[in-house]
């Protein structure tokens, strides 16, 4: 089985997962666009490439879907934040978007090594998250505080949403799917 076929197989079976935690009609629908996306989506070539913050990914195996995502995580291409210029020391992306033509959505992996944080930021596509791995503190969905959000959890930003998340003892992984107005090109 070839690495993208692996990744759209993990990729479904996240949507699937997203569509069956969604606790908002919102969640449900980007999770069903991406579903119907990634099943037919063309792949695009890529080379793997890692940032040093996934040293630590082998911590994130507090779920089933965590420990086979860390089984193809080095077959993927990761880029360090273009939130943070910190060389990829402690959060890198991997952006889906990348890999296969899903036109209309703009997805990726979130990774925030373990004590370390995501920056504070908003856009105006609207987004859901799927925490894979690592408890975390999040702020979303229009909250002023941040709330410890456990693996295998659906949150939802609105458009302009202020939002961020501060990973616990281990890293943090975390599937996002944006849609909507103001995606980038």
Known sequence: MTVDDQLRRWLVAAADAAIKFSNRSEIAE???KFRSAIE????????SQTQPALGNLHRASDTPRAREFVAIA???RWVQSHRWDDEGNERALCVLSDAFELPGLEVGIMYVDQNCSYPVHNHPPQELYLTISGSARWRYGGAEKLIEVKPETTLYNHPL?????EAGDTPL????????E???P
């Open 74 to 76: 080095p077959s993927l």
């Open 40 to 47: 037919v989506a063309a792949p695009i070539p890529f080379k």
């Open 182 to 184: 103001g995606l980038r």
């Open 173 to 180: 992984v975390a599937m996002y799917v944006l849609w909507g």
């Open 30 to 32: 980007g999770a069903k």
């Open 161 to 165: 949403d202020i939002h961020t998340v």
